[in-house]
């Protein structure tokens, strides 16, 4: 037993866990699926990637949006506990400069789990030529001791995704 686990034991401390969950429905594939050196080599953070079967992003935690990019293909939230996440949809999809994509919340508004955020169209998308693989990332993984990711290999939105463990 190592000695944080004993003193966990000795003083019956409990790890501080916060569910994240999917954001989208679609096939579960590990950051390093992502052809984007910034998500595939995790340097914003441990995450995991999702390639949509449906173009709806929806909230995954309780929380606030902390930033919509103006061309609407990434939005950044922060959780009532402070873990950070960025939704980032697509490859190289900024240039598209927010065609295709359909927002439904704003920089600071409140969203509860299973909240609408943005619509995108996935075909659309796919016929300019570009990936709509996403990759939802804890961006303060720092902050945290460990990042558990789900063992399945298809989720549906509002599946639980992650647990961000303290």
């Not at 709806?56 to 902390?66: C, D, F, H, Q, R």
């Not at 919509?68 to 939230?77: D, G, S």
Request: no cysteine; hydrophobic share 40%.
């Amino acid at each position: 037993m190592s000695f944080s686990n004993f003193i966990k034991n000795m003083f019956n401390i409990q790890d501080k866990k916060e569910t994240i969950y999917s954001p989208l429905s679609g096939e579960v594939k590990n950051l390093s699926e992502v052809n984007d050196i910034t998500f595939s080599q995790e340097l914003m953070g441990k995450g995991i990637a999702i390639e949509p079967s449906i173009g709806k992003v929806v909230s995954p935690v309780n929380g606030e949006i902390a930033a919509f990019f103006v061309t609407k293909h990434a939005i950044a939230l922060k959780t009532d506990d402070g873990v950070e996440i960025l939704i980032h949809i697509g490859i190289n999809t900024v240039a598209l400069k927010g065609k295709y994509f359909v927002p439904h919340v704003n920089e600071g508004d409140r969203v509860n789990i299973g909240d609408l955020l943005v619509e995108f169209d996935v075909e659309a998308i796919k016929k300019e030529g570009y990936e709509v693989i996403t990759s939802i990332v804890i961006t303060n993984t720092d902050n945290y001791r460990d990042i558990k990711k789900t063992d399945s290999n298809k989720v549906l939105a509002k599946d639980r995704l992650m647990e961000v463990i303290s």
